[in-house]
């Protein structure tokens, strides 16, 4: 993304083309929180689009609320989230689509079907009539850089917020991209004081409503006159297929002979296309990636479909599922082999697994939320007991505390990672307090936002452009809030973590214990010395398996440390109870 | 070359040993040849020890990303058991590479280079040129270690 624009095509995946699409659209502000899947957006453009003013904001919530303050000035912006975290930016959402706004602002909403790496699958298209406000849904690369670009325009037009919806087969998925001259905006910016647009005392709401119902109408024409909805026919075909995404690819690729009517605008959707497209064809089909949404606004219209929406809601869509859902025969193919499957586990080295060595030891029930941490769920460890969404564990432990006698209180604590804290943990740890609550709290500080791959965020003392930053201090967060024990060790020193963890929990009252390691992958060392398991002083005992740990193999009836994963993180050598295990130098 | 039929090509392994590499280095030298492509893949497993797939597809116009079950002209396997979990979604005729013991020697002196030695013995099967592989190699690999990764590769394409 040099000043000199480059007109030949590139090989890219989905998120690389919405940040080249940003940066030729003449973006200015991009905010976002990382989210499979799409990090990539903001991690490229602070790569390669380094005058964007990029930056990670604590929730999705601040990342829409400040992306909506420059787009008030005039300045073009682009926020990015998953799925789930539209939810977390909804309430400003639903009111951004009545103020509108000055300059363009688009809000990816990259979603999970399938839920490859997300707690629900939900169908974000649905956001568009709910919150009133354009979705374009690219099918590749070409069109996440096309419609990046097409959706500000769009943005300014029309008055709106506009919603870009991805799915993880397009954001992830690599295809040729051709892009065009980036544009040239000689812009000032200001904000002028408009209250009957920007003040949304219910008055002013709803008059800005009306304005809403009048801009659906006029995208809707827009919408039916748009070449990204388009009618890819095939001469003499009896079945038409409306589709839209990733699907139309399935489709295309499983279904040559049917007309497709790829649709490219979500919401409004074009009602005069749809029904012009049906009546040419003997029978219609709609193939969409979980809800029938398009399905269900043909319904509305009365169009007769062949309907079979239990066939798409779940999971996400593939090549071999079209086949049934058209009822064409399946692949021969030989049987599958019974390998057992291998999730993703914590890393060897990972300070979690250390911790949840010593709540396992504990006999504890575990509330926890979204990390890597949610891995302690998996077995030998098995101790995570509720994971619905960021910043719940705490409030499930709350929750619980306010029923539970006594007993069984006192056996249950939440686990919060460092960035979760910072999104959504504060406040409901400021109820705790509020509310008198008896519970602990451990938040596991690995000094990183690391499922999605090791970001920086308000505590790690870095911005994504990687300069500093003033260095959140969680322990003086607690203290504020007004919690009355609060306490940080290390997870590594398996004996003080444990006293702790003892401490806060017999602690009658809101009780924080940070855990504060750093996770393995930062600031990885060269040079690392394994540890080995003595096989004649090893009794075999398996305490040291029974942490997961991945370097530890039982190999021809003994433990061995594997030296390539093992990180010397030294939690089998605390744990072993017969000094089987030391260094490798030792 | 718009005709060109697709051709898939399936890289599965277990991270750490460069399978998304391979997969970027395969797609980038099927891009540079003219074809279109599409590649797809799951981030996030690999540093967590999960299992690591990457589907390329090559041709005159592809459209979708994942390839159809059975369809698999090539599938690269860098773990025996990924290799395994895999092997069914071949096209009759489909080809299995996986690393050779003589190749694990041929790449002692040019640390991590293995996968790419592996992808040279695949190139056997798919119709990319020398100087396609070259600039793919160059594209895609830190710059210091472009010398010994175009060493490895060759090392595995001219392997009998």
């Given at each position: 993304?040099?000043?000199?624009?480059?007109?030949?095509?590139?090989?890219?995946?989905?998120?690389?083309?919405?940040?080249?699409?940003?940066?030729?659209?003449?973006?200015?502000?991009?905010?976002?929180?990382?989210?499979?899947?799409?990090?990539?957006?903001?991690?490229?453009i602070?790569?390669?689009?380094?005058?964007?003013?990029?930056?990670?904001?604590?929730?999705?919530?601040?990342?829409?609320?400040?992306?909506m303050?420059?787009?008030?000035?005039?300045?073009?912006?682009l926020?990015?989230?998953?799925?789930?975290?539209?939810?977390?930016?909804?309430?400003?959402?639903?009111?951004?689509?009545?103020?509108?706004?000055?300059?363009?602002?688009?809000?990816?909403?990259?979603?999970?079907?399938?839920?490859h790496?997300?707690?629900?699958?939900?169908?974000?298209?649905?956001?568009?009539?709910?919150?009133?406000?354009?979705?374009?849904?690219?099918?590749?690369?070409?069109?996440?850089?096309?419609?990046?670009?097409?959706?500000?325009?769009?943005?300014?037009?029309?008055?709106?917020?506009?919603?870009?919806r991805?799915?993880?087969?397009?954001?992830?998925?690599?295809?040729?991209?051709?892009?065009?001259?980036?544009?040239?905006?000689e812009?000032?910016y200001?904000?002028?004081?408009?209250?009957?647009?920007?003040?949304m005392?219910?008055?002013?709401?709803?008059?800005?409503?009306?304005?809403?119902?009048?801009?659906?109408?006029?995208?809707?024409?827009?919408?039916?006159?748009?070449?990204?909805?388009?009618?890819?026919?095939?001469?003499?075909?009896?079945?038409?297929?409306?589709?839209?995404?990733?699907?139309?690819?399935?489709?295309?690729?499983?279904?040559?002979?049917?007309?497709?009517?790829?649709?490219?605008m979500?919401?409004?959707?074009?009602?005069?296309?749809?029904?012009?497209?049906?009546?040419?064809?003997?029978?219609?089909y709609?193939?969409?990636?979980?809800?029938?949404?398009?399905?269900?606004?043909?319904?509305?219209?009365g169009?007769?479909?062949?309907?079979?929406?239990?066939?798409m809601?779940?999971?996400?869509?593939?090549?071999?599922?079209?086949?049934?859902?058209?009822?064409?025969?399946?692949?021969?193919?030989?049987?599958?082999?019974?390998?057992?499957?291998?999730?993703?586990?914590?890393?060897?080295?990972?300070?979690?697994?250390?911790?949840?060595?010593?709540?396992?030891?504990?006999?504890?029930?575990?509330?926890?939320?979204?990390?890597?941490?949610?891995?302690?769920?998996?077995?030998?460890?098995?101790?995570?007991?509720?994971?619905?969404?960021?910043?719940?564990?705490?409030?499930?432990?709350?929750?619980?505390?306010?029923?539970?006698?006594?007993?069984?209180?006192?056996?249950?604590?939440a686990?919060?990672?460092?960035?979760?804290?910072?999104?959504?943990?504060?406040t409901?740890?400021?109820?705790?307090?509020?509310?008198?609550?008896?519970?602990?709290?451990?938040?596991?500080?690995?000094?990183?936002?690391?499922?999605?791959?090791?970001?920086?965020?308000?505590?790690?003392?870095?911005?994504?452009?990687?300069?500093?930053?003033p260095?959140?201090?969680?322990?003086?967060?607690?203290?504020?809030?007004?919690?009355?024990?609060?306490?940080?060790?290390?997870?590594?020193?398996?004996?003080?973590?444990?006293?702790?963890?003892?401490?806060?929990?017999?602690?009658?009252?809101?009780?924080?214990?940070?855990?504060?390691?750093?996770?393995?992958?930062?600031?990885?060392?060269?040079?690392?010395?394994?540890?080995?398991?003595?096989?004649?002083?090893?009794?075999?005992?398996?305490?040291?398996?029974?942490?997961?740990?991945?370097?530890?193999?039982?190999?021809?009836?003994?433990?061995?440390?594997?030296?390539?994963?093992?990180?010397?993180?030294?939690?089998?050598?605390?744990?072993?109870?017969?000094?089987?295990?030391?260094?490798?130098?030792? | 070359?718009?005709?060109?039929?697709?051709?898939n090509?399936?890289?599965?392994?277990?991270?750490?040993?460069?399978?998304?590499?391979?997969?970027?280095?395969?797609?980038?030298?099927?891009?540079?040849?003219?074809?279109?492509?599409k590649?797809?893949?799951?981030?996030?497993?690999?540093?967590?020890?999960?299992?690591?797939?990457?589907?390329?597809?090559?041709?005159?116009?592809?459209?979708?990303?994942?390839?159809?079950?059975?369809?698999?002209?090539?599938?690269?396997?860098?773990?025996?058991?990924?290799?395994?979990?895999?092997?069914?979604?071949?096209?009759?005729?489909?080809?299995?590479?996986?690393?050779?013991?003589d190749?694990?020697?041929?790449?002692?002196?040019?640390?991590?280079?293995?996968?790419?030695?592996?992808?040279?013995?695949?190139?056997?099967?798919?119709?990319?040129?020398?100087?396609?592989?070259?600039?793919?190699?160059?594209?895609?690999?830190?710059?210091?270690?472009?010398?010994?990764?175009?060493?490895?590769?060759?090392?595995?394409?001219?392997?009998?």
């Open positions: 993304m040099n000043k000199e624009f480059q007109n030949k095509p590139l090989l890219l995946s989905g998120n690389e083309a919405v940040a080249l699409g940003a940066s030729h659209g003449g973006v200015n502000v991009a905010s976002a929180y990382p989210g499979t899947p799409s990090t990539e957006i903001l991690e490229t602070a790569r390669r689009a380094p005058e964007i003013n990029a930056e990670w904001a604590p929730n999705e919530k601040v990342a829409l609320e400040v992306g303050g420059a787009a008030f000035t005039g300045a073009r912006v926020v990015t989230m998953k799925h789930v975290g539209v939810n977390v930016a909804a309430d400003p959402l639903f009111t951004l689509s009545y103020t509108g706004t000055k300059g363009g602002i688009v809000l990816v909403s990259a979603d999970d079907p399938g839920m790496s997300s707690q629900n699958e939900q169908d974000n298209r649905n956001y568009g009539p709910f919150a009133k406000v354009p979705v374009l849904e690219p099918a590749d690369s070409q069109e996440a850089y096309d419609f990046m670009r097409l959706g500000l325009d769009l943005s300014e037009q029309f008055d709106t917020p506009v919603i870009l991805m799915t993880t087969r397009v954001c992830h998925s690599k295809s040729i991209v051709h892009p065009t001259k980036p544009v040239s905006l812009r000032e200001t904000f002028e004081s408009d209250q009957k647009k920007y003040v005392l219910p008055a002013y709401a709803r008059a800005r409503h009306a304005i809403v119902e009048k801009r659906t109408k006029k995208l809707r024409e827009w919408a039916e006159s748009t070449k990204i909805n388009h009618h890819y026919k095939v001469e003499g075909a009896k079945i038409g297929i409306i589709t839209s995404g990733v699907a139309f690819q399935y489709v295309r690729e499983i279904m040559p002979h049917a007309s497709i009517l790829k649709i490219g979500l919401h409004p959707l074009p009602s005069k296309m749809l029904t012009d497209f049906a009546t040419q064809y003997k029978t219609v709609v193939v969409e990636e979980l809800e029938p949404f398009i399905e269900n606004h043909l319904l509305q219209l169009i007769d479909i062949k309907s079979k929406p239990e066939l809601r779940q999971g996400e869509l593939t090549p071999d599922r079209i086949r049934t859902i058209f009822g064409l025969p399946a692949t021969q193919l030989p049987d599958a082999s019974t390998v057992p499957p291998r999730p993703p586990v914590l890393c060897p080295g990972c300070p979690h697994r250390a911790v949840f060595t010593i709540l396992k030891k504990l006999k504890l029930k575990v509330m926890g939320d979204i990390g890597c941490y949610t891995l302690g769920a998996l077995p030998p460890l098995q101790m995570l007991d509720t994971c619905v969404c960021m910043g719940a564990g705490i409030n499930h432990a709350m929750g619980m505390s306010k029923i539970l006698p006594k007993e069984q209180r006192k056996k249950n604590v686990v919060i990672g460092d960035s979760t804290f910072v999104h959504s943990g504060i409901g740890l400021i109820n705790m307090v509020y509310n008198g609550g008896d519970c602990t709290v451990l938040i596991l500080d690995n000094r990183t936002t690391a499922m999605t791959g090791r970001q920086d965020h308000p505590g790690t003392g870095k911005t994504l452009m990687g300069t500093d930053a260095n959140l201090d969680l322990a003086q967060v607690c203290r504020a809030i007004g919690v009355p024990f609060v306490k940080t060790v290390s997870p590594w020193s398996l004996e003080h973590s444990e006293e702790t963890i003892r401490e806060a929990i017999a602690f009658d009252g809101p009780a924080v214990v940070i855990e504060k390691g750093p996770c393995i992958l930062i600031n990885r060392k060269k040079e690392i010395i394994p540890f080995k398991i003595d096989t004649n002083a090893c009794k075999n005992c398996g305490a040291c398996a029974r942490t997961g740990c991945p370097a530890i193999e039982p190999i021809d009836g003994a433990y061995k440390i594997n030296p390539e994963k093992c990180r010397a993180c030294e939690l089998c050598y605390q744990l072993c109870k017969f000094g089987a295990i030391a260094s490798a130098d030792a | 070359m718009l005709d060109a039929p697709v051709k090509v399936l890289c599965v392994g277990i991270g750490g040993q460069g399978v998304l590499t391979v997969s970027e280095v395969l797609a980038q030298a099927a891009f540079e040849s003219g074809y279109d492509v590649k797809s893949e799951i981030h996030g497993m690999s540093q967590r020890g999960g299992s690591v797939t990457s589907a390329i597809r090559f041709g005159g116009k592809v459209h979708a990303p994942l390839i159809p079950e059975g369809e698999v002209d090539v599938l690269i396997g860098f773990d025996p058991n990924e290799t395994e979990r895999n092997r069914h979604l071949l096209r009759p005729g489909g080809v299995v590479i996986e690393p050779t013991a190749m694990v020697k041929a790449c002692l002196n040019l640390p991590r280079t293995l996968n790419i030695a592996v992808l040279g013995k695949a190139s056997n099967s798919l119709p990319m040129r020398d100087e396609a592989w070259d600039k793919a190699i160059e594209i895609c690999v830190p710059p210091h270690t472009i010398g010994i990764n175009r060493q490895a590769f060759r090392t595995g394409r001219e392997e009998l």
